[in-house]
Nanobody, 120 residues
Framework: QVQLVESGGGLVQAGGSLRLSCVAS????????MGWYRQAPGKQRELVAA???????KYVDSVKGRFTISSDNAKNTVYLQMNSLKSEDTAVYYC??????????????WGQGILVTVSS
């Protein structure tokens, strides 16, 4: 069993910052990639940012230059630093991980989601 626990969400004014954290725990041989998705009311879930174990990153165009994803591999933790927040960033943010619970195995895991509300 592998679990993801997110923290750091909340209410912030437009232009402000928040930092999301997500910790993977359980039976983990390796964490191959981690990322953040979000789902706003009435919209589909979208990938916000992702980072692979070697450290390569990708972002959705709407957050480039404002959000930064990083990871602490020793702690199986991924962070999302969100700056210059806009009202359109309001959504439930979900942590996602591609984890190997044992060698040669792969498992996709989701967190429970955390709400980020940006007031204008």
């Amino acid at each position: 069993q592998v679990q993801l626990v997110e923290s750091g969400g909340g209410l912030v004014q437009a232009g402000g910052s928040l930092r999301l954290s997500c910790v993977a725990s359980g039976t983990i041989f390796s964490v191959n990639a981690m990322g953040w998705y979000r789902q706003a009311p009435g919209k589909q879930r979208e990938l916000v940012a992702a980072i692979t174990s070697p450290g390569s990153t990708k972002y959705v165009d709407s957050v480039k230059g404002r959000f930064t994803i990083s990871s602490d591999n020793a702690k199986n933790t991924v962070y999302l630093q969100m700056n210059s927040l806009k009202s359109e960033d309001t959504a439930v943010y979900y942590c996602n991980a591609d984890v190997s619970p044992r060698k040669w195995a792969s498992l996709e895991v989701w967190g429970q989601g955390i709400l980020v509300t940006v007031s204008s």
